[in-house]
């Protein structure tokens, strides 16, 4: 992919894997924020989170998420029935890649995870 700002930091972070346990809105907002403060992020607002609570398609009930940050913002998808998540970091500031697979791992209690950095 051709760099078209380089001038502009930008470091993206997709992490997907299925998690254990009970979820709801709750551990959804405990994320955001926890995985915001472990990589020293600075969020600004509160995060908003909604939930098609029955409308749609069942395969598609779950979570979406998004918290700002100072530095752009992370977003959570959850699918309920699979148990699977997907979470996008993305930020005009260098974090610690690993560092952020690691706890997002540990936080959902992800048997293993895929991520994709660009």
Same mark, same amino acid.
């Given at each position: 992919?051709?760099?078209?700002?380089?001038?502009?930091?930008?470091?993206?972070?997709? &992490?997907?894997?299925?998690?254990?346990?009970?979820?709801?809105? @709750?551990? &959804?907002?405990? +994320?955001?924020?926890? &995985? @915001?403060?472990?990589?020293?992020?600075?969020?600004?607002?509160?995060?908003?989170?909604?939930?098609? @609570?029955?409308?749609?398609?069942?395969?598609?009930?779950?979570?979406? @998420?998004?918290?700002?940050?100072?530095?752009?913002?992370?977003?959570?998808?959850?699918?309920?029935?699979?148990?699977? =998540?997907?979470?996008?970091? +993305?930020?005009?500031?260098? =974090?610690?890649?690993?560092?952020?697979?690691?706890?997002?791992?540990?936080? =959902?209690?992800?048997?293993?995870?895929?991520?994709?950095?660009?």
């Amino acid at each position: 992919m051709k760099d078209l700002a380089p001038d502009i930091t930008r470091l993206r972070l997709l &992490v997907e894997g299925y998690y254990s346990g009970p979820m709801d809105e @709750a551990r &959804v907002k405990a +994320y955001l924020l926890g &995985v @915001a403060d472990e990589l020293g992020l600075r969020v600004y607002g509160e995060p908003t989170i909604h939930s098609p @609570a029955g409308t749609g398609s069942a395969h598609n009930q779950g979570f979406d @998420a998004f918290v700002p940050l100072i530095d752009s913002g992370i977003s959570l998808y959850v699918w309920s029935r699979q148990c699977f =998540f997907s979470t996008l970091l +993305y930020t005009c500031k260098s =974090f610690d890649i690993d560092t952020a697979c690691r706890f997002t791992q540990s936080y =959902f209690g992800a048997h293993e995870v895929e991520h994709s950095a660009f």
